[in-house]
Each structure stands twice: as C-alpha cells, then as structure tokens.
Nanobody, 122 residues
Framework: QVQLVESGGGLVQAGGSLRLSCAAS????????MGWFRQGPGKEREFVAG????????YYADSVKGRFTISRDNAKNTVLLQMNSLEPEDSAVYYC???????????????WGQGTQVTVSS
C-alpha cells in the first residue's frame, strides 16, 4: 500500500530554518505530483506547496512564497520542504500528500502522511 512518512519537524526559534522530508513507498513515485499541507491549532488544513512529477513546476501558498522551497528526488522517492525565515504563524502539523497531477494535489490529494509537528517560538 501507499505510505508517506514525514520527518524533520521540531522546535525552532523565529527566523530559523527547518527541512522536512517525506519518504514515499508503494507507488510509482515519478508519476505522482507531491505536496505539503499544514494544520495549525484551531485551523483548517491548508495547502503549502506542491511540485509536479518532474520537479519542473512548483506552486506555493502566498503566505510561504519566498521563504519555503519544495523539491523532490525521484531517485530516492523523497520530497523535501526547506523552510526558512520561520514565523510563529508557521507552527502546525505538516502533512505530505500526493496525487496524479499538480492540480489534484492542491485540492484533492489521494494519499496522506501522518504528519510532523513544527513549532516556531517567538
């Protein structure tokens, strides 16, 4: 079955950086778009970033543009989210997700990871 396993979350001070990683298995990784979502306390889950199967096309939420970078390594079945200039408002559980197109990964992902906690202290 499809498994998405996130890692790299933790506690960081405002202005700091974290890199999240998502390891995928059970699917033809280089045929799927990948994405990151987050859900903060008392908030709905929201799209953060997405990358096409080739890695050539990326999308970002306005709130993270210029600070976060999504990338993928198809040889390692891994997608990364580099997060710089972190703000307390970025605190959330971050989820990896996948779908067969970048349009679908933004709106209706097929599979989800279990999430990793990111906490940014002020």
């Amino acid at each position: 079955q499809v498994q998405l396993v996130e890692s790299g979350g933790g506690l960081v001070q405002a202005g700091g950086s974290l890199r999240l990683s998502c390891a995928a298995s059970g699917l033809s990784f280089n045929s799927y778009a990948m994405g990151w979502f987050r859900q903060g306390p008392g908030k709905e889950r929201e799209f953060v970033a997405g990358v096409s199967w080739s890695g050539r096309i990326t999308y970002y939420a306005d709130s993270v543009k210029g600070r976060f970078t999504i990338s993928r390594d198809n040889a390692k079945n891994t997608v990364l989210l580099q997060m710089n200039s972190l703000e307390p408002e970025d605190s959330a559980v971050y989820y990896c997700a996948t779908a067969q197109s970048i349009a679908a990964v933004r709106t209706t992902p097929e599979y989800w990871g279990q999430g990793t906690q990111v906490t940014v202290s002020s």
